[in-house]
């Protein structure tokens, strides 16, 4: 089993900043794809963004592109999520998730596992 935990949500203004943080336990984390997710209320589950193993490509949501950067430090264990540029629309509760081999990475049902989400709120 592999543990995820995020930190860093919270309350910003349109155009503020938020760094999001996803600390990995319990398998070897630079073996796993990972990748970021969102939900808002009475909506799916999207994709947000996604980083390969070694961190050498990174995939994101046409909404997030340009504004958002996600990475990740294999010696902590660590996947971030760099949010600027803020707007109300990103207002959700954000989750990272981790898989094994790198297709399908939009795709929810392909992670194995998932963190407990962090509510990321965006006022006007």
């Known amino acids: 089993q592999m543990q995820l935990v995020e930190s860093g949500g919270g309350l910003v203004q349109a155009g503020g900043s938020l760094r999001l943080s996803c600390a990995a336990s319990g398998r070897t984390f630079s073996s796993y794809f990972m990748g970021w997710f969102r939900q808002a209320p009475g909506k799916e589950r999207e994709f947000v963004a996604a980083i390969r193993r070694s961190g050498d490509n990174t995939y994101y949501a046409d909404s997030v592109k340009g504004r958002f950067t996600i990475s990740r430090d294999n010696a902590k264990n660590t996947v971030y999520l760099q949010m600027n540029s803020l707007k109300p629309e990103d207002t959700a509760v954000y989750y990272c998730?981790?898989?094994?081999?790198?297709?399908?990475?939009?795709?929810?049902?392909?992670?194995?596992?998932w963190g407990q989400g962090t509510q990321v709120t965006v006022s006007s």
């Open positions: 998730a981790a898989k094994i081999g790198d297709l399908w990475y939009r795709r929810t049902n392909n992670y194995n596992y």
